[in-house]
């Protein structure tokens, strides 16, 4: 079991499912966790469950507000926050694109996507300021590289939407806060019917294949090993389409963003700010 001892964890959804597998890992681990999700029995039974190395924080976290509370609650509970999982999350709705009503997909977005995008902002830079290592990890899913789930396209879209805006924000951090997604594939969690979930891969087993992963700040954080499957599906029809129809050519850098800014950079003699 990987270290974190000392440490402190702050889990959105972190009542149940995957957020509380990977908690009870954390605690296991010598750490503390701040567990924020809705209030109510659920989230108390989790917390009492973890003793004192738990803390409970009722958030609801499509309301900005609250987890500007929740970062000043976290931060001010052990004096650190040494791991971020933006993990809150709700399964999306079914039917053809043209069926699902637009407000009902918007309001999935507040909860899959800008609860996501809203707990990057309030702690990634307190998690700056400080003087040691940490990590942000958002809750993606194997949605995010294909569609696993059909007719699912606003919770797929969300999950591509988060994957996209992590691989930004790694850019945006300085070296000592690592940032990364979590890529769950089936795992028995009360995000869909009972009677399906059941099926997946068991929360626990889950959260030891995935936590040293985190902790080892990796960019990406799997544990379903026939994801690779489908991902080199699409991989592949992408090359495909490069080879057929943009071949590579000499040069053919020439388009490329990053490439012609460092060259018109390297060209003012290196400056730029």
Partial sequence: MADFSGKVAVITGGA????????????????????ADLPGERLDEAASALGDAALAVPTDVTKPEQIESLADVAFGWRGRVDLLLNN?????????????????????????????????????????????????????????????????????????????????????????????TLIPGWVATAIGPEQVMKYGMDADRFASIVVPQMLAGERFSVGHAYNVVPVHERIDALDAAFAKFAPRYEGDDEYDVRTVIARANAGRGGGGS
């Fill in 16 to 35: 149940s499912g995957i957020g509380l597998a990977i908690a009870r890992y954390l605690v296991d681990a010598g750490g503390a966790v701040v567990l």
């Fill in 88 to 180: 809150a999350g709700v399964g999306g709705p079914r039917g053809k694109q043209w069926e699902v009503d637009p407000d009902v997909a918007r309001r999935h977005f507040d909860v899959n996507f800008w609860s996501v995008w809203e707990g990057c902002r309030v702690f990634a830079p307190r998690m700056a300021a400080q003087d040691h290592p940490s990590a942000i990890y958002n809750t993606a899913s194997e949605n995010a590289f294909f569609c696993a789930v059909p007719q699912s396209g606003a919770y797929i879209a969300a999950k591509h939407a988060v994957l996209g805006m992590t691989e930004s924000l790694r850019e945006d951090v300085p070296d000592h806060v690592s940032v990364g």
